[in-house]
Structures are given as structure tokens and as C-alpha cells.
């Protein structure tokens, strides 16, 4: 001991020398329990972190997907209610025809992907329509939402327990509305079936991982939807405590940790309900994923503190031996300290994230390789530098602005932005900085991360994108035309600035639909759009509003000359012809104007004057635009009128039948007539029939309206036999809506049978372009009419697309070639043409030819020249009424008018 004395000064007492060895010990304990407990701080700070991030990102996920399965329901109610206000209508008089009601169900339908049906029942539960066209057998009347349906009187939307459907064989839980009769009572009910596969390959296509579930529920925790996959558990009550008390508190959304009941891993659950509908969503992110980053760091803090407490009692032992052993120590905690810093290094690149330390200049003082390698620099070409010498002036800003704030505020920062990386490419990241304080609280630096969030900020960027554009046409849709118009309104107060809103309707685009199909006319709608697209202004919002309208908002025009212009030069593009798998397409379009704010301060009467004014534009011929002005809201009253006149009109007895004759043009003879209908309306007088059949084929009328001319026009047929005049056969037109109804035979037979009337004294004339659509099954039901002895004609040939083909199929009689061509005789040489090749046509196939519309001798004689003998038209007689034909009916009266 002495020995050990004698290396020391003579003044250094064994007290002097207890207390340096004790204050030593103390500040080994001292500096050993400051760097665990920093380290503890620090770990405590980085779960709250973690925690709190995933909080934040697993409540922003249950929002995405609680949006997307809220506007997937919304969207097919409205598709619910438009079938539900369809069918009241029905149910309140209107003809239930099941083709009609089908057509338009298959329409609805088409709108809703996210439903695999759409079927109508009656109040015993059995299927009655079904837009597929078939209907089932099964029956729902056992089924919980049926019952409820027919308990609540409200019709409001229902959503059934999820179910395994009986008629698919797969799991769906159905929307439905009630229907009421007249009365008001039960009457059946409309509904819509959502596959859960629907929900399950969404949730399959966000690539969420292993790691993450998603949970569609009801309110009663049965389970509709899942991911990863369990169909054992589909239907079935999964067992949640949290959601159980969720769900009986009324909450509307929760965060919290619970052991799954499906596959027993521990996750943290973001839960929401689906807006105001009995379903939840439930999104799962597992405990050991996203802490999996902290519990590394837990690891190497421990093994820091054990590392720094063995050198640090390494360190107190030897300096307590000898002063020389000390200094030999200190070389050592000099290594010690260099291997900590590589281990600390080695720790920050353990991290996924990219990761730095900045002193209190905001120069870089160490970052992780995630940092590096996002910047494309090495470490000698980042550290000393501050952020504007490394990133693009955009991404500085913010970094610089960040890190600056968590240093004047002493306070955890974040943010979001959008990056430009190594490589060109751009990466969306939440920025997190994190002032950092040495052992006398003073500044140090900053301490930061950012953690790529690039696929969940585009999956929330697409779902929304979804959400406002039309699925067919790419098109912004009614609702994201709505906020641009709401927009566009608030900037417009106060200053009057002026707005145009164009409402654009397609002409003749159900002619395509009904003619060629479904699949023609929606890619005739991408080419419009596309087009109507290449001829507006980026500051233009183009919308389709649903099936052949559109919507266009425009603004920054000075004068409405500007919007004239526009809307002429969109005539012009969509009139011109499309090509659409091999067929020439010709569709024109009408426009309706109005203008804010002479035409209106809000968006629905901008919007309905503009949808007023192109059905003025329609009513001129269409191809045309007009503007608004208050006169055209007067005659959109009086279609109103007309139209319910219309449904008066039969039972009150207005209609009246007249008949123009069908004449040999070479020996004057009588050979058949024409019943045409005419309305004398009791205080407008008499209607044309341009006016309201339209109209009558609109509203869904005309088969109403055309089973009675075919049987008036049988019975007086019968009348005039029964007078004793000679037989002669009646033509009665056949609308293309008649000719669609499955049971047109048997109601030509009931007219036939009920006047005593031979079928060979009937002819049908049908519309070229009638039986281009579903040909096989009007081939069919005209064969049955041709086998009884009813004649039947080509009406109006050479106007539509048939072809003839179709004409050698068919069981026609006769070819009526129409007026347009006759009208210009014998000066138009195109017209002369058609009618020689008609002729010739009708020739080879053995067929009759008649000619309409003749009225001047010139015509009957080019007629007559070219081998058409039978013609009608004013030159022969006009329409008339029944009592003055009579006695032209007689023997021997001869129809030739010399001159």
C-alpha cells in the first residue's frame, strides 16, 4: 500500500484520495444512470411515435375504406329509389309490361358493378322482375329484411344480415326498398345484392400484406367481408368485447388493441362505421409489424447500457488501481466510446426509414444508409452540408422549415409532403423532427425521420379519383360537377362574374342502343367524350350526367358569343360519322344554354333551365342549341299537359281512325287502305300524331294506344262488310315498341277474332329498323302471323339499317318505299337512283313495292316507268274519316286522277 502512496504527490492525503475515488465512482453511477435514462426517455419517446402513427395511419385507412364501402351503398340506393319511384308509378296504373320493367332494370343495373343483381318481388316474396330477364323461383318471404321491409311503412332503405344467397350460391348482403300499391300497402320490394367477394377483392388489390386485416361487419358482428380471406367465418358472429361496446355505446369510431377472434394475432384495430348504415369497418395492423422497428431498438439501447456499464466499471476499476492504469483506461473509454458511436451508427441504419441528426445550424451531423441511398450521395458528400445543398429547392424548403420550427418551438414536428428522390422519381413522406437536447437542456440539434407513404397517399388519391368520375367515359361525374359549379359560384359572387352551364342530350343514341346493343353505345359514348373533350378548354369541366347527357361548365368567356361558338363547334364534331367495330355510326346532339346569373343564382336552376333549353333544342330538330329564356319553361309545361291528356285521351273516347287508299296507278283499282290516327282533343282540337306519338312511345303508351287502332281498324273493316261492301285489306302500322312485346301474335288474333274479321283482310306495316334488335324472336313471331294469312309490310324502306339479309329471312309481302324518296321526283337523280334499286331489290326477292307520298303526276308516271304500279298519296285521296270512304268503297269506282 505504501507502494501504491509513494506514486503520488506527498499533499494527497488517504482522505483526499477516498473522496476522488468516491466522486469518480459517483459520476461513473452518475453518467451510467444519465444514458439509460435518456435511453429510456428516448425509447418511451419512439412508441409514442410509433403508436401514434399508427393510430393516425389506421384511422386515415378506415376513413378510405369507410368512404368507399359508404358511396359503393349510396350510389346503389340511388339506383333503389330510381327503380322504387319506377315501379310506385307502376303499381299505380302504369302498364306493367316485363320487358319494359326488365330493359330498365338491366339499365339500372348497369350503373351499380358493386351488385351482381337487381330483382323486384311481390308482397308474397317471389320474384316478379329481374333485370338478368329470368326469373327465379325461389322465394325471400322467410327472409329477416323482407320482413322488415314489409313491417316498416317508411320505404327506406333496408340492409339484410349477410346471407348465402340462394339463386348465386355465394355469399351478398342485400339493399332493398319497400313498394307500395295505391293504397299505400305492401306491394313487394326492389332490391340489389352485393357480392361479398365485391369487398373482398377491393380490400385483395390495396396489396395491404400479411401484417394487415380488413373487416366488413355488421351491427350485429357478423362478419360480411374480409382480408386475408375466411369464408368458414363468412355470416357468422366474430366475438369483440371492443366493438360489442363500440356498437351498444352508439360511437361512430374507435382505435384500439385486441387479440383477433379469427386468427388469434394481437393487432391494433381503427374501427368506423359505414355513415349512417348498420356496418363497420375494421382495420387491423399487427402489434408485432409496426413495433418491430422499436423492439430492435429496445435491443441495441440494452446492449449499449450493458456495453457502456461494463467499460464504465472497467474503467472505475483500473483508474482506482494506479493513476498510470487510469490514464490507460481512458484510452480504452476513448474506444469505447468510438466503437459506441459505430454501434449507434450501425443502429440509425437499422432503421427502414430514411433518418438524421443536424446540430443547431441545421448542417447534417450523421444519417442512416436509407438516407443516403434516397439522396444518391455518400456520407462524405452529405455530412457538414445542410439540406439546400443536397435536395432540390421545393423538398429543402420544407425540410429547413420543419427542422427550424422544432427548434424555435422545442417541440415534436410533422408534415407531409411530396419528394423528388435519386433517380428522378417522386415519393410522398411524413416528415418527423424531433429537437434533441444535450445533458444541460440546451439545444443540440435535431433528430429526424420520414417515413415513405407514397402507396397509401395514391390508394387514398385513386379512391377519390373513383369516386368523382364516371367509370365509362373517364369524365368527371354529377357529384364532382357539382363542387366545381359550387366553386365557381362563390368566386362569381359579388364580382357577377359570368358562367354558362351547357346541358348536351345525344340524338337518335337510343336508336343505337335498341338497334345494335349495349356494348356499341357505351363505346359510342367514350368516342363523343373523347371528342368533346379535344374541343373544349382545360378550364371547361366536361360531366356526364348519365346515360347519353352531358354537362359543361364554362367560364372566363367576356361574351356569350364565346359559349355560342363552343356549342356550334360540338355539333359539328359529334355530327360527324363514327366507326365502332365496323358499323358507321350517326348520332347528332342538342344543346340547352343557361348563363349565370340572368338564367340563375344557384346550381339546380341553372341546371334545369339548361336542360329546358335543350329540350327545345331537341323539339327544333335537334343538332341546334338554344338558350335559355322564361317563354320555354311555358311550352316544357305544355309537353306536361299533353303528356297527361294523353292518358286521358283513350278512355274518353278521342282518338278517331282515318284511312287513305292504296291504289293500282294504272287502272285506277282500289287495293288496300291505310289506317292513319288522328286526336281531336277537346279543347286544343285536333293534334297531329308528329306531336304525340313521340310522346305516347316516351311515356310508354304506345302499345296502349296501338292495340287500339288494331282493333278499331278491325272492327270497321268488319262494319263495311257488313254494309255490303266488298272486302279490302287495312294496313295498320306497328310501332318498334309493339313489336318488341312477347305476346303480339295472340293480340293481332284477339282483334281478328273479336271483329269477325279474316286474317288475309290484315296487313301489318313495320318500320325497316324494327327488327334489327332481338331478330331472331321477331323472326319467329312474324312467321306465326305470316302462317295464319296476315299480310306484312317493309315500312319506310331504305331509311334504317337493315339489310338484306334480313329482308330474305323475313315473311314480308310487301315493300313500302318511303315518301322522302318520292318527295323530290323526277328532278332529284339520287332519289331516282334508290327507287330503281328498291324496285329491283323487291323484284328479285319476289315482293310487292308500293309507293307513299305520291301527290304530283309527274311522280306516278316515273313511278309507273320504273315498275312500281301500286302507290299512295294525295294525288289518289287524302285520309278520311270512315263515312266519307264509304261510298268510294263501292264496285267500279276508279281512283285514276288524269293530268
Known amino acids: 500500500m505504501r507502494k501504491t502512496v509513494s506514486r503520488f504527490p506527498n499533499n494527497v492525503t488517504k482522505g483526499a484520495e477516498f473522496w476522488r475515488r468516491l466522486v469518480v465512482v459517483a459520476l461513473g453511477v452518475v453518467a451510467l444512470g444519465t444514458y439509460i435514462g435518456l435511453g429510456l426517455i428516448g425509447l418511451k419517446q419512439s412508441y409514442d411515435r410509433e403508436l401514434e402513427f399508427v393510430h393516425r395511419s389506421q384511422d386515415n385507412f378506415a376513413k378510405v375504406l369507410e368512404e368507399h364501402a359508404r358511396s359503393s351503398i349510396e350510389k346503389i340506393d340511388t339506383v333503389l329509389m330510381a327503380s322504387q319511384l319506377r315501379l310506385n308509378a307502376a303499381f299505380a296504373g302504369e302498364a306493367m309490361d316485363l320487358v319494359t320493367i326488365n330493359a330498365a332494370l338491366a339499365k339500372y343495373l348497369g350503373l351499380i358493378g358493386e351488385s351482381q343483381s337487381l330483382r323486384v318481388t311481390d308482397k308474397n316474396g317471389r320474384f316478379i322482375y329481374d333485370a338478368s330477364g329470368n ?28 346471407l348465402f344467397a340462394r339463386i348465386t350460391k355465394n355469399w351478398v ?27 373482398q377483392d377491393f380490400y385483395t388489390s390495396l396489396h395491404l400484406g400479411s401484417a394487415h386485416s380488413v373487416s366488413l361487419m355488421d351491427d350485429q358482428l357478423r362478419l360480411v367481408a374480409r382480408y386475408p380471406l375466411a369464408p368458414d367465418r363468412l355470416g357468422k358472429v366474430i366475438d369483440s368485447a371492443n366493438l360489442r361496446h363500440l356498437v351498444k355505446s352508439g360511437q361512430r369510431h374507435d382505435v384500439y388493441t385486441a387479440v383477433s377472434a379469427v386468427d388469434g394475432v394481437e393487432r391494433l384495430y381503427a374501427v368506423r362505421q359505414v355513415g349512417d348504415f348498420p356496418l363497420y369497418v375494421l382495420v387491423g395492423h399487427a402489434t408485432s409489424d409496426y413495433l418491430a422497428s422499436w423492439r430492435r431498438n429496445v435491443m441495441w439501447g440494452v446492449v449499449s447500457a450493458l456495453v457502456l456499464a461494463v467499460v464504465l466499471g472497467g474503467w472505475i476499476f483500473v483508474w482506482l488501481r494506479t493513476y498510470n492504469e487510469a490514464r490507460r483506461l481512458a484510452k480504452g473509454m476513448t474506444e469505447a466510446y468510438e466503437t459506441t458511436m459505430r454501434r449507434t451508427i450501425a443502429l440509425l441504419d437499422s432503421l427502414p426509414d430514411p433518418a438524421w441528426l443536424s446540430d443547431r445550424d441545421q448542417r447534417l451531423i450523421a444519417v442512416n444508409e436509407a438516407y443516403r441511398q434516397l439522396s444518391g450521395r455518400d456520407e462524405q458528400q452529405i455530412l457538414g452540408q445542410t439540406v439546400s445543398d443536397i435536395w432540390p429547392e421545393s423538398s429543402a424548403q420544407v425540410l429547413l422549415q420543419l427542422d427550424a420550427k422544432a427548434l424555435s418551438s ?57 369516386a368523382e368520375h364516371d367509370i365509362l367515359t373517364d369524365l368527371p361525374n354529377r357529384a364532382l360537377l357539382g363542387n366545381r359549379m359550387s366553386v365557381a359560384l362563390a368566386d362569381a359572387l359579388g364580382t357577377q362574374a359570368p358562367l354558362a352551364v351547357l346541358f348536351l342530350d345525344l340524338d337518335h343514341f337510343k336508336f343505337v342502343n335498341d338497334t345494335l346493343g349495349h356494348e356499341i353505345g357505351d363505346q359510342l359514348l367514350q368516342q363523343v367524350s373523347q371528342r368533346m373533350r379535344a374541343n373544349l378548354d382545360q378550364r371547361d369541366t366536361i360531366s356526364r350526367q348519365g346515360g347519353d347527357e352531358f354537362a359543361v361548365l364554362m367560364q372566363g368567356f367576356k361574351h356569350l358569343s364565346r359559349v355560342a361558338i363552343v356549342a356550334q363547334r360540338l355539333i359539328d364534331t359529334i355530327k360527324a360519322p363514327f366507326m365502332v367495330e365496323g358499323h ?34 331537341k323539339a327544333a330538330g335537334g343538332n341546334a342549341y338554344r338558350f335559355f329564356t322564361p317563354e320555354m319553361n311555358a311550352r316544357i309545361s305544355e309537353r306536361v299537359v299533353l303528356e297527361n291528356s294523353l292518358r286521358r285521351a283513350i278512355p274518353g273516347n278521342e282518338f278517331r281512325l282515318h284511312y287513305q287508299p292504296q291504289v293500282d296507278a294504272a287502272s285506277g283499282r282500289l287495293v288496300g287502305l291505310e289506317a292513319l290516327i288522328r286526336w281531336q282533343h277537346p279543347e286544343l282540337g285536333e293534334i297531329p300524331p308528329a306531336r304525340f306519338i313521340p310522346i305516347a312511345e316516351e311515356s310508354n303508351l304506345i302499345n296502349t294506344l296501338g292495340e287500339w287502332v288494331l282493333r278499331e281498324a278491325c272492327r270497321q273493316s268488319r262494319a263495311w262488310l257488313d254494309q255490303g261492301l266488298p272486302p279490302v285489306v287495312m294496313a295498320v302500322n306497328l310501332s318498334a315498341v309493339q313489336l318488341r ?19 288475309e283482310w290484315l ?113 289518289f285521296g287524302r285520309p278520311m274519316t270512315a263515312e266519307k270512304l264509304a261510298p268510294l268503297l263501292r264496285p267500279g269506282t276508279s281512283f285514276l286522277v288524269h293530268g
Not at 408534415?415 to 413522406?429: I, P, Y
Not at 418527423?432 to 407513404?453: E, H, N, Y
Not at 336552376?605 to 339548361?610: E, Q, Y
Not at 322522302?820 to 328498291?838: G, Q, T
Open 410 to 466: 422545442r417541440v415534436q414536428q410533422r408534415c407531409e409532403a411530396t419528394q423528388e428522390v435519386a433517380g428522378g422519381s417522386l415519393r410522398h413522406f411524413e416528415y418527423i423532427s424531433t429537437p434533441v437536447l444535450d445533458d444541460k437542456g440546451q439545444l443540440a440539434g435535431v433528430a429526424g425521420v420520414a417515413r415513405d407513404i407514397t402507396q397509401l397517399h395514391v390508394d387514398q388519391e385513386r379512391i377519390r379519383y373513383l
Open 173 to 199: 348482403i342485400t339493399l332493398s326498398r319497400r313498394i307500395n300499391d295505391p293504397q299505400g300497402d305492401f306491394a313487394g320490394l326492389v332490391q340489389a345484392a352485393v357480392r361479398a367477394d365485391f369487398f
Open 135 to 162: 326469373l327465379a323461383t325461389a322465394t325471400i318471404a322467410d327472409r329477416e329484411y323482407f320482413l322488415r321491409s314489409m313491417a316498416d311503412d317508411s320505404a327506406r332503405l333496408i340492409i339484410s344480415e349477410p
Open 741 to 759: 312485346q312477347q305476346q303480339l301474335p295472340e293480340q293481332v288474333m284477339a282483334a281478328l277474332a273479336e271483329a269477325g274479321l279474316a286474317p
Open 584 to 617: 358507321e355510326l350517326m348520332v347528332g346532339v342538342s344543346i340547352g344554354i343557361s348563363a349565370y346569373p340572368q338564367d340563375g343564382a344557384d346550381i339546380s336552376t341553372l341546371l334545369k333551365n339548361a336542360d329546358t333549353a335543350m329540350y327545345q333544342a
Open 763 to 875: 296487313e301489318l306495316e313495320i318500320t325497316e329498323s324494327a327488327f334489327v334488335r332481338d331478330s331472331d324472336r321477331i323472326i319467329e313471331m312474324l312467321h306465326k302471323l305470316h302462317a295464319v294469312g296476315v299480310k306484312l309490310s317493309v315500312d319506310d324502306f331504305g331509311t334504317g339499317y337493315s339489310s338484306l339479309s334480313y329482308l330474305k329471312q323475313l315473311p314480308f309481302n310487301r315493300i313500302k318505299i318511303d315518301q322522302s324518296f318520292v318527295r323530290e321526283l323526277p328532278h332529284s337523280e339520287d332519289d331516282a337512283a334508290i327507287i330503281r334499286a328498291i324496285i329491283a331489290i323487291a323484284d328479285s326477292l319476289k315482293k310487292e313495292v308500293i309507293a307513299e307520298g305520291v301527290e304530283q303526276p309527274e311522280q306516278r308516271d316515273f313511278l309507273l316507268q320504273n315498275g312500281c304500279q301500286l302507290m299512295q298519296g294525295y294525288h
